[in-house]
């Protein structure tokens, strides 16, 4: 069974990503927070910098990226390509406003002409194998099927399914009950993507699509539970043994951030890890308000400590 982590903006960055492989494990691919390409902009250093081969090596690595500009579709896969990645990942699953409002993420499954239309146009013309991550719709779970018409007799590597609506955001519940019949329509390799939390999850998952799908994605589920892909192969730890990686873990991020962020920042930045991270704990509400409650270093050092001596 192969584990993906999803790209979480803001989260999953290429520290984190390094990180969490040494600390954790199990993960067999991890994809890049998406890159934007529009016309006349180029993509900002520190963008390019989270996805530069030296900065992720050990770490089996897909950029993904967001956009529709066929030329800079193309201009940006052969980049890609030239750094040593065989694989990209365009999003189609993106349901945030800003996206949307730009045409860009789930807004295209409103349009599968134009998907077909820009697939027409690239694939012919990089080498790099293409994968796509997309959700049921936009407004509805039926336009999956026709973005499946139109993209089944493309050479695609894989297909990603997020089992939400655009319109649901992160919020409501997945439906795999619709992944279903995606399975028996779709051409392509398939990943399942949704409410993911528990190795439990993956059984039931399991009986459901009788065992046809063996690559599952996970984001917010590896993040409150990062032991999570391991526990799925099989891997089993106690407590004092994940508080002890834990610690080790959250304390070299620490580090880490604290080379490029001001403060403030940092305390900010730590915040927003151990709002997932804070499941790990018996109290989990308890403990999040502990940490978010420093507003520096010191505190927030003190925070930390006082969680990890009383679990």
Not at 16 to 31: H, I, N, Q, T
Request: proline letters at 4%; charged letters at 25%.
């Amino acid at each position: 069974m192969k584990i993906h982590l999803a790209p979480l903006q803001g989260y999953t960055n290429t520290d984190y990503r390094k990180l969490y492989a040494k600390y954790f494990g199990g993960v067999d691919k991890y994809y890049s927070p998406y890159l934007r390409f529009e016309p006349n902009k180029e993509l900002k250093k520190s963008v390019l910098k989270d996805i530069l081969p030296e900065n992720n090596e050990g770490i089996n690595l897909v950029p993904q990226i967001l956009g529709t500009d066929t030329n800079l579709f193309i201009e940006l896969a052969k980049k890609f390509e030239n750094y040593g990645y065989k694989e990209i990942n365009w999003n189609l699953g993106c349901p945030y406003p800003m996206v949307t409002k730009r045409g860009f993420g789930s807004a295209l499954m409103q349009t599968p002409e134009k998907i077909k239309q820009i697939l027409e146009t690239v694939l012919p013309k990089i080498n790099i194998q293409l994968s796509i991550k997309c959700r049921l719709g936009f407004k509805n779970e039926n336009e999956i099927h026709s973005l499946i018409n139109s993209i089944n007799n493309f050479s695609i590597k894989e297909l990603t399914v997020h089992t939400r609506i655009a319109k649901q955001m992160y919020k409501g519940e997945a439906n795999p009950l619709a992944f279903v019949p995606i399975i028996k329509n779709s051409k392509h390799k398939l990943i399942y993507n949704g409410d993911i939390k528990t190795t439990n999850d993956i059984v039931e998952l399991n009986e459901l699509f009788n065992n046809k799908i063996d690559s599952f994605m996970i984001g917010r589920g590896l993040l409150m539970n990062p032991f999570l892909a391991q526990e799925i192969k099989g891997k089993i730890y106690n407590k004092s043994e994940k508080l002890k990686i834990i610690r080790e873990f959250i304390d070299e991020l620490f580090e880490i951030h604290a080379e490029n962020l001001q403060p403030s920042h940092l305390v900010q930045r730590m915040t927003t890890h151990w709002e997932y991270l804070s499941f790990m704990f018996d109290n989990q509400h308890k403990t999040f308000k502990k940490i978010k409650k420093a507003k520096n270093i010191i505190k927030y050092n003190i925070a930390v400590n006082e969680v990890f001596n009383s679990n």
